[in-house]
């Protein structure tokens, strides 16, 4: 069977969310009428302040925040830290407002445990997913809990235009929630480690763009600009279902054909900020033809073919072929049949050369692989048939297909940042 991975508060591959009242309306924002969620509980504060100082403070600030309530003990062994190294860091974060001491909890022998656990809302963050039609956001708690989710239309794709866009919608969501503390930018293309858009097929930018350096300037915050893949990743390693591998890989299909690797629990980018950001994956049809996966998979070449099968109008879209397929139209589904045969071909060859324990699948098209009252195994039994019998135990998750793992990540990249105390 292949799992659903569960997004948002309170799931079991996240630490415990806090309790939210949340509300939908509409608002002004960037100009336009715009839907947003909204947490009725947000506080307004002043901005906060940055995060640990001091190597032993980031280890037990990220271990708190990734892992939940830890009790001082529990602290001082997993990060081999001295009691008097323990005292001094945590009594500076508590002093910082970072950390909040949590009930006592009773043992059955020994004194009662005072576990440690972070402020969520000391600081909040802002995640930005650029897509060429739309900017979407979240505005989320230091784990990763959503507060308020926006999305904004974008003029054109162009640089400035995007810019623009990003700073229209993020200046009134500043306002609104004085808390946050850093943004973080996610977009398809490739991004240097200080924010530079080298370029981005997705977009049709081929010049560079110093992207973080024009949005930390305009919105006065650190800005993280990163690839949206990487931060997906990130997003998943540190919130989600990732935290409980050491070594997982994220196939996704859609707009783009795209591979993250996570081994050892450090997310791979490559020399050159490319690993896995290929079109040129390689798969075979059902009937033994080699071919790219973004020529059976990727959402271009499928809307093409299902236009010309006739499984959606001659205007339909990629949107319109998920509904088909949903709907059990045979042409749609045949569409995924080959889809399903062409991921589980890739999928195979990722699993079979890195050997992962967990193999999470995404993107825009993803809904294609499981015809309807399908929970994968179809999928599955595909997969089982391009691997070692000793590596079929492996879990098999999917994600949501719509933004919402996309802007969590982004702001993701802003939430290490801070944790790092940058």
């Excluded at 009242?21 to 002043?46: C, K």
């Excluded at 990220?62 to 892992?67: P, S, V, Y």
């Excluded at 990763?144 to 999305?151: S, V």
């Excluded at 399908?374 to 998750?397: C, K, N, W």
């Amino acid at each position: 069977m292949v799992h659903p991975a569960a997004a948002g508060g309170g799931q079991p591959d996240r630490p415990p969310a806090r309790p939210t009242t949340r509300e939908r309306s509409t608002a002004h924002y960037a100009g336009a009428m715009v839907e947003q969620v909204i947490d009725a509980g947000v506080l307004r504060a002043p901005l906060p302040s940055r995060g640990p100082s001091g190597d032993s403070a980031r280890a037990v600030f990220e271990q708190i925040l990734r892992h939940g309530p830890r009790p001082r003990s529990e602290l001082a062994t997993l990060l081999q830290l001295s009691g008097a190294t323990l005292t001094r860091v945590t009594r500076d974060l508590l002093d910082a407002g970072l950390l909040r001491e949590m009930p006592p909890v009773t043992r059955e022998r020994g004194r009662p445990q005072e576990p440690l656990d972070v402020d969520e809302d000391h600081a909040h963050f802002l995640g930005v997913k650029v897509t060429a039609q739309e900017v979407f956001a979240v505005v989320t708690t230091m784990r990763g809990n959503p507060h308020e989710e926006i999305a904004v239309p974008v003029r054109s794709a162009a640089p400035e235009d995007v810019i623009e866009a990003v700073i229209a919608l993020a200046a009134p969501v500043l306002a609104a929630h004085p808390r946050i503390a850093g943004i973080g930018v996610s977009l398809g293309g490739r991004v240097t480690g200080d924010g530079v858009v080298l370029s981005s097929s997705m977009l049709g930018w081929d010049t560079p763009v110093p992207l973080a350096e024009r949005l930390t300037a305009a919105l006065d915050r650190p800005v993280t600009v990163e690839n949206d893949l990487i931060a997906l990743l990130q997003g998943v390693l540190w919130f989600g279902i990732g935290r409980r591998y050491d070594s997982f890989v994220l196939l996704t299909i859609g707009a783009g054909i795209a591979i993250g690797i996570v081994h050892d629990g450090r997310v791979m980018k490559g020399r050159t900020h490319l690993a896995g950001l290929t079109q040129t994956l390689p798969t075979a049809t059902r009937d033994g033809r080699h071919v790219r996966l973004a020529e059976v998979a990727g959402g271009p070449a499928l809307v093409e073919r299902a236009r010309a099968t006739g499984a959606i109008g001659p205007e339909g879209d990629l949107a319109a072929l998920l509904a088909a397929h949903a709907a059990g139209v045979p042409a749609a589904l045949e569409l995924g049949e080959e889809v399903a045969h062409a991921l589980a071909v890739s999928a195979g060859a990722l699993v079979g050369t890195l050997d992962p324990q967990a193999l999470l699948l995404g993107g825009e098209a993803i809904g294609m692989i499981s015809a309807p009252g399908d929970r994968g195994e179809r999928f599955r039994a595909l997969l089982e048939g391009q691997i070692a019998p000793v590596q079929r135990d492996i879990d098999v998750r999917l994600l949501s297909e719509d933004f919402d793992e996309w802007t969590r990540g982004a702001a993701v990249t802003a939430i290490q940042r801070f944790a790092a105390g940058v």
